[in-house]
């Protein structure tokens, strides 16, 4: 009989916290739904820039730099850069760059051949969508934010023929390349998938809570209760 094939595919965000209620309130609640969700993975990495106080929850691996493990055989893991180099404004993140690009270190190291980028206030939240993403094989692919007409860089999936460009694209220089730049529109995507409902909801007047229709979103406050994945539906 043939073993079915392994799956190699990593999830990751970024992280930073400075309490224990932080780890909590955000990114636990991240990573529960993430683990409850029905997208496709080997892996789930928070890539931590440098926080003070680190989550003590099960099942979750730990590694300080410069460590790497060997072996992609830990379901949940965070990588802890020892030192802070955070995101003083919104086009100043040089924290989040080294965090980012750091994720194809860690998949080439360890084997991963396909990469979804999903920040700790996102939320994937139907089935179509995350159909769309497990079935992705090929390109560099982003969705799109309504709101700021740009390509919503909160969620990525970076396929195995792309894995190259993303290596290449990590070796800019932050800042001569992109330090108070808006860095969606350097990234080098072959596809910004427009069909999705979703936005950046936390950032816009008005609105307390996520529409029943959205597909994923995006800056969401802490407070916010977020569906399961699965449960909204696009008309």
Known sequence: ?????????????????????EWGNRYKKWLDHISNSHLERAQILLIDDGSPILPNWENLT????????RLNDKEIALY????????????NYP?????????????????????????????IL?????????????????????????????IQVICEDQLRKFTKFSRHDYD?????????????????????????YGELIGLDGIPSDADYAANIPSHWVVPKNGSCTSS
């Open 176 to 200: 001569i390349n992109f330090a108070n730049k808006p860095i969606e529109l350097f990234m080098p995507f072959t596809n910004v998938e427009r069909k999705f409902i979703g936005d950046r």
């Open 1 to 21: 009989m043939s073993s079915q094939p392994q799956n190699k595919t990593l999830i990751f965000c970024t992280s930073f916290a400075a309490t224990n209620e």
């Open 95 to 123: 924290g989040w760059y080294r965090s980012f690009i750091f994720s194809g270190t860690w998949a080439q190291t360890l084997g991963f051949n396909k990469i979804i980028h999903i920040e700790s206030d996102t939320f």
């Open 80 to 91: 802890h850069f020892n030192s802070r180099l955070g995101r003083s404004s919104l086009l």
């Open 126 to 154: 139907s089935k179509s969508l995350t159909d769309y993403i497990n079935k992705l094989n090929s390109g560099w692919t982003t969705l799109f934010c309504q709101s700021q007409n740009l390509p919503e860089t909160c």
């Open 62 to 69: 730990i590694y300080q730099e410069p460590n790497l493990p």
